[in-house]
Structure formats: structure tokens, C-alpha cells
């Protein structure tokens, strides 16, 4: 089974048709204000709009009061809502409820424990997102976690790769891990925000060639 790529905290048309040509499964819309990869809601319909069939788009949110989530979804009809802040699962149990989207659940793990946590989302999200531990922003830092953490846990729920995955380092990720989807965002960036053409392309062929080996 091929693996799933997500590039995430696209901003424009160039970076959405620069992914799905390299191969992404997966595209990642960013609304947070705060970071450097924000869109906007409108903008983030618009570029839903541009992504091509066969390409899910993933908005991601980040402690989002149950109304704006639920505006947000009107707005941007994403295939997928990423939540990446402190919602609980019994929060996300009810969201899942009453929304027909799949959800997504990001954590930071510092350690064993941290994926302990995730197992109580067993019902309440699709999939858990295993990323570096947050720092000044919730992701996109660039940094990575202990990866043989993962393969001590006995995961209760579906499970993708995340923080500080590059071309130069996602085989040997996936060799570690065996994760089902890998995701990266600042991995193939000129600078924060700003995405690099080039990395998209030499990441997901990194991941392809891990596939095939």
C-alpha cells in the first residue's frame, strides 16, 4: 500500500498544483492567525476549490469555538478538519456526531504517556497525528520527536508521521515507523510560509521511493 502524503500550510494556487503533481493525497489549509501559513476562510474556499479531484484537502484548526468550526466547514467544504490545539475528545466525539467529515486529531508527543492520551480519541477522530511537541506555535517548527516511541505503543486508532519530516529524512521515518501517512509542512519551505517547488517534488519522490524499495 502506497503511502499517504500530506503537505501542509499552503497559501496559494502555484504551491496546490505543485503538490498534487508531485503526488500528495493530501493538502493542508491552515487557519491560524497567529502562524505564518494562515489563510483565510474565503481564501482557504478558493483554494480548496483549486485543488483536483483525488486530493483531499485538510483544514486545520486550532481551539476553534463549536460555531466558527461549524462556519468553517460551511464555508470551506473541506474533506477533512485537522484539530491541532487542546480539544478533548469528548468534545471532538460530539463534533463527530453531528458533522459527516473525517477528523483528525493532533498531538505532540513527548512521550509514552502522550500516546496513552491519543488512545481515549478511539471513537472521536479518524485519525491521530503524532507531531513534534508544541513550542511558540502549535506546528510547523521544523522539529522532530523520539520515533521509537511509536513503535512501543499498541495504537488503538489509524496513525500519520509529523514534525520536522524532510525529503532528506522521511525514508528513513517511514523505515522506523511504518506510519500509514506522513505530513510536512515547513520540511519543504524556503523560509516560514514560503513553500519550495523543488522540496515538495524531492519529498514525495523520497516517499515513493521508500514505497517501492
Avoid at 500528495?24 to 474556499?45: N, S, W, Y
Avoid at 478558493?46 to 469555538?65: D, F, Q, S, T, Y
Avoid at 513527548?110 to 472521536?124: I, N, P, R, V, W
Wanted: hydrophobic residues 45%; neutral net charge.
Amino acid at each position: 500500500m502506497q503511502t499517504q502524503i500530506k503537505i501542509c500550510g499552503l497559501k496559494d494556487e502555484a504551491s496546490i498544483d505543485a503538490a498534487a503533481k508531485a503526488g500528495a493525497t493530501h493538502i493542508g489549509l491552515v487557519h491560524f492567525e497567529k502562524g505564518p501559513r494562515h489563510v483565510a476562510l474565503d481564501q482557504a474556499a478558493a483554494l480548496r476549490m483549486r485543488a483536483p479531484a483525488g486530493v483531499k484537502v485538510v483544514l486545520l484548526l486550532v481551539n476553534a469555538e463549536p460555531g466558527f468550526t461549524a462556519k468553517a466547514i460551511e464555508v470551506v467544504k473541506p474533506d477533512i478538519v485537522q484539530f491541532h490545539g487542546s480539544e478533548t475528545h469528548q468534545y471532538l466525539r460530539v463534533l463527530k456526531s453531528a458533522v459527516d467529515i473525517e477528523i483528525w486529531k493532533a498531538f505532540g508527543v513527548k512521550d509514552a504517556a502522550t500516546l496513552k492520551d491519543a488512545d481515549q480519541y478511539e471513537g472521536a477522530a479518524d485519525l491521530i497525528l503524532f507531531d513534534a511537541p508544541a513550542q511558540a506555535l502549535p506546528g510547523g517548527t521544523g522539529t522532530r520527536f523520539d520515533w521509537s516511541l511509536l513503535n512501543q505503543h499498541k495504537h488503538k486508532l489509524p496513525w500519520g508521521l509529523a514534525g520536522g519530516l524532510n525529503p532528506h529524512n522521511v525514508g528513513e521515518a517511514l523505515r522506523q515507523t511504518r506510519a500509514i501517512l506522513v505530513d510536512t509542512s515547513s520540511g519543504v519551505e524556503s523560509a516560514p510560509g514560503i513553500k519550495d517547488m523543488d522540496k515538495i517534488a524531492a519529498f514525495c519522490q523520497a516517499v515513493r521511493n521508500h514505497d517501492n524499495s
